[in-house]
């Protein structure tokens, strides 16, 4: 079956620090990927996506991702955390032209 | 610009009564789609829609309804509402099968 699945249901970093945000993916048709940030009380806004043109894709916020195609990854990260970066975050594949379908979600806590 | 606008915010329903949840977009999107919010189990798709007048089912599609009559407007219809289908509804637009989605601020509706 074709599945997102993002590793860690929670991740916490201090401030400053690395974030390393997991997605593995199975798509049987060449991918389209994305990453979304949703804060609390509010829908989804698009961090980046990759649509097959060149496998590093930089994002809002400073957040960027890797598409690895030989791993089925799409690890999303940022250098230096921030404690406005406190949200949970989705990985989604477009899996056909009409459907996309997303991970279980990230919360991702920031400490001082 | 709107964007994609959800009607109501918050709703309580008792067990057995039906509503419709409203959701619109200005974007002159083809593409719309209903996804539930569970802990846990990230954004699940309901049904979605690829134009006016054309709709099909995603993952989780039983105990809801919807029609597409004009490409702003894609409601969600649930006919008699049962407990499981506690949830935080988003709905979603997209110009073409290659672009992100933009999404709604949510419903958040509870089952009595």
């Not at chain 1, 048709?29 to 930089?58: D, E, H, I, M, R």
């Not at chain 2, 490409?71 to 649930?78: A, I, M, S, W, Y």
Request: aromatic share 10%; charged share 15%.
């Amino acid at each position: 079956a074709q599945s997102v699945t993002q590793l860690g249901s929670h991740v916490s970093v201090s401030e400053g620090a690395l974030v390393l945000l997991r997605c593995n993916y199975s798509s049987s048709v060449p991918p389209y990927l994305f990453w979304y940030v949703q804060y609390p009380n509010q829908g989804l806004q698009l961090l980046l996506k990759y649509t097959s043109a060149a496998t590093l894709v930089k994002g809002i916020n400073g957040f960027e991702a890797e598409f690895k195609k030989s791993e089925t990854s799409f690890h999303l990260t940022k250098p230096s955390a921030h404690m406005s970066d406190a949200a949970e975050y989705f990985c989604a594949v477009r899996l056909s032209a009409s459907k996309i379908i997303f991970g279980s979600g990230t919360r991702l806590s920031i400490r001082p | 610009n709107a964007g994609v606008t959800q009607t109501p915010k918050f709703q309580v329903l008792k067990t057995g009564q039906s509503m419709t949840l409203q959701c619109a977009q200005d974007m002159n999107h083809e593409y719309m789609s209903w996804y539930r919010q569970d802990p846990g189990m990230g954004l699940r798709l309901i049904h979605y829609s690829v134009g006016a007048g054309i709709t099909d089912q995603g993952e989780v599609p039983n105990g809801y309804n919807v029609s597409r009559s004009t490409t702003e407007d894609f409601p969600l219809r649930l006919l008699s509402a049962a407990p499981s289908q506690t949830s935080v509804y988003f709905c979603a637009s997209r110009r073409d099968s290659n672009q992100p989605q933009h999404f709604g601020d949510g419903t958040r509706l509870s089952i009595l």
